[in-house]
């Protein structure tokens, strides 16, 4: 199965252009369902490219051809870019370029957070309108699935993923995407935990950019002209009250509401729920407490979004530095010293 994209899909003699306009889903399942897979399809229809990567992704020979360019992804390529980036695989985008960061993060707590920061520390503010270097994967169904900040004509997307392995593959089929639909941005931020340990967390980074011929560049990495960002979060907190065992974002919330004060007043609540419970509490379990305490009637995203925002700089500084994250997030800024 060949599908075609782009405005220059007429050298494709042999073709089927699928008229998909006016027809329904159970249309479309039904023309999906009857092909063989040795077709080449043209069309504009995102809802028949999902059909058909869902159904043709298992096989390396299935792929998407981006006529404009004449490259290819494979159909599970394109499955993966469309369930978690919501990337327009029609491409076609036309408008100004501008300088952009990409930080992929694990998951939606983690989005906040970094947003946050990008906020306070770099006076960042949310964007309603995307530079055409953003527009694959700016919110084609307005689903919340990505945050865009920007700052004097540069910007900067954080987007979750779904755990570390969720990071590692966004990044490397996003930089598939970028070859392929001949986009570029300047720099793109990978956070995942350490887990097991850095050396490991550094292996699962540098494995997926190896098939792109990345160059080091000090504590980075270059692949073409995009400087990838590792953000390895690994910042243990030691309490006799609480069970730390895996780094995690909530390693850095704990670090900053210490600093902050609002950890002591949790002392006597987080003492009788020790009590109450007969073992330590979990960090996450005490991100609740702080939650409540703090008067905060939202979730955890919401609670780090805001803390983080009313915290003072010294001290987001200061835990940044401490887990080697400052110097990383302030490039992905362009806050270079």
């Given at each position: 199965m060949r599908v075609v994209t782009g405005n220059k899909w007429e050298q494709f003699g042999d073709a089927v252009l699928f008229p998909e306009y006016g027809k329904n889903r159970e249309d479309l399942l039904k023309?999906?369902?009857?092909?063989?897979?040795?077709?080449?399809?043209?069309?504009?229809?995102?809802?028949?490219?999902?059909?058909?990567?869902?159904?043709?992704?298992?096989?390396?020979?299935?792929?998407?051809?981006?006529?404009?360019?004449?490259?290819?992804?494979?159909?599970?390529?394109?499955?993966?870019?469309?369930?978690?980036?919501?990337?327009?695989?029609?491409?076609?985008?036309?408008?100004?370029?501008?300088?952009?960061?990409v930080l992929f993060v694990e998951g939606k707590t983690d989005s906040k957070f970094f947003k946050a920061v990008m906020k306070k520390l770099f006076d960042f503010r949310e964007s309603r309108t995307a530079p055409r270097n953003l527009k694959f994967i700016e919110k084609v169904f307005e689903r919340d699935n990505f945050d865009l900040l920007h700052k004097d004509g540069k910007y900067v997307a954080v987007i979750p993923s779904e755990g570390n392995s969720g990071v590692i593959r966004n990044l490397g089929n996003f930089l598939k995407a970028?070859?392929?639909?001949?986009?570029?941005?300047?720099?793109?931020?990978?956070?995942?935990?350490?887990?097991?340990d850095r050396e490991a967390a550094m292996a699962s980074i540098t494995g997926k950019l190896a098939s792109?011929?990345?160059?080091?560049?000090?504590?980075?990495?270059?692949?073409?002209?995009?400087?990838?960002?590792?953000?390895?979060?690994?910042?243990?907190?030691?309490?006799?009250?609480?069970?730390?065992?895996?780094?995690?974002?909530?390693?850095?919330?704990?670090?900053?509401?210490?600093?902050?004060?609002?950890?002591?007043?949790?002392?006597?609540?987080?003492?009788?729920?020790?009590?109450?419970?007969?073992?330590?509490?979990?960090?996450?379990?005490?991100?609740?407490?702080?939650?409540?305490?703090?008067?905060?009637?939202?979730?955890?995203?919401?609670?780090?979004?805001?803390?983080?925002?009313?915290s003072r700089h010294r001290h987001i500084k200061d835990v940044l530095r401490k887990a080697g994250l400052m110097e990383g997030l302030r490039f992905l800024a362009f806050a270079e010293r």
């Open positions: 023309f999906v369902d009857s092909l063989s897979g040795e077709e080449t399809l043209v069309t504009s229809s995102l809802e028949v490219i999902d059909l058909l990567a869902e159904r043709f992704r298992k096989s390396e020979e299935n792929i998407l051809v981006y006529s404009d360019t004449m490259k290819s992804l494979t159909l599970k390529e394109v499955y993966e870019l469309r369930k978690y980036l919501d990337f327009d695989v029609r491409g076609g985008f036309s408008g100004e370029d501008a300088p952009v960061s970028m070859d392929v639909f001949g986009f570029g941005v300047e720099r793109i931020g990978v956070a995942i935990d350490v887990d097991e792109f011929s990345p160059r080091k560049a000090g504590d980075f990495y270059l692949v073409w002209n995009t400087f990838i960002v590792p953000l390895i979060i690994g910042l243990p907190f030691e309490d006799e009250l609480i069970d730390w065992k895996k780094p995690t974002v909530e390693d850095l919330m704990l670090h900053l509401i210490s600093a902050e004060g609002l950890l002591e007043k949790l002392r006597p609540a987080l003492g009788a729920f020790e009590e109450s419970l007969g073992r330590k509490l979990k960090p996450k379990e005490v991100m609740y407490l702080a939650l409540s305490a703090y008067g905060h009637w939202g979730n955890l995203e919401g609670f780090y979004e805001l803390f983080v925002m009313r």
